[in-house]
């Protein structure tokens, strides 16, 4: 796994086996995450790109949840980015909350199973 594609502090052999692990049980979650915002699943590394933006859309879920009104302004766009990309071609507020429950629980239980690994 390229390093690059989950950021922040973890490491990246211990992120390949927690996705492995993830994967056995939320596959379809990926799949369908990955067809939402338009990302190809023919593409290489494409789950680690799937669980960086379930991370980083958890991060966008603590921001907004956050009673601190100093948020910083190009976070708040990214967030409204992956909002965005989630909600394109989308019917109704189900299906889009459908997938942002699917981003959060992912992000989740990766970092249950990450944490569990250290």
Same mark, same amino acid.
């Given at each position: 796994?390229?390093? $690059?594609?989950?950021?922040?502090?973890? *490491?990246? /052999?211990?992120?390949?086996?927690?996705?492995?692990?993830?994967?056995?049980? %939320?596959?379809?979650?990926?799949?369908?995450?990955?067809?939402?915002?338009?990302?190809?699943?023919?593409?290489?590394?494409?789950?680690?790109?799937?669980?960086?933006?379930?991370?980083?859309?958890?991060?966008?879920? $603590?921001?907004?949840?956050?009673?601190? *009104?100093? /948020?910083?302004?190009?976070?708040?766009?990214?967030?409204?980015?992956?909002? %965005?990309?989630?909600?394109?071609?989308?019917?109704?507020?189900?299906?889009?909350?459908?997938?942002?429950?699917?981003?959060?629980?992912?992000?989740?239980?990766?970092?249950?199973?990450?944490?569990?690994?250290?």
């Amino acid at each position: 796994m390229n390093a $690059k594609l989950v950021t922040g502090e973890y *490491d990246p /052999a211990n992120v390949r086996y927690a996705l492995d692990r993830l994967l056995i049980n %939320r596959s379809n979650e990926f799949r369908e995450i990955a067809y939402a915002i338009g990302y190809p699943v023919t593409q290489q590394c494409w789950e680690e790109f799937i669980l960086r933006f379930c991370l980083e859309f958890d991060d966008c879920f $603590k921001m907004w949840s956050d009673r601190n *009104d100093n /948020a910083d302004h190009n976070k708040v766009h990214k967030c409204m980015t992956m909002m %965005r990309q989630i909600a394109v071609g989308k019917q109704n507020m189900t299906e889009v909350t459908k997938l942002q429950n699917a981003a959060y629980r992912i992000a989740e239980d990766f970092k249950i199973l990450y944490q569990r690994l250290k």
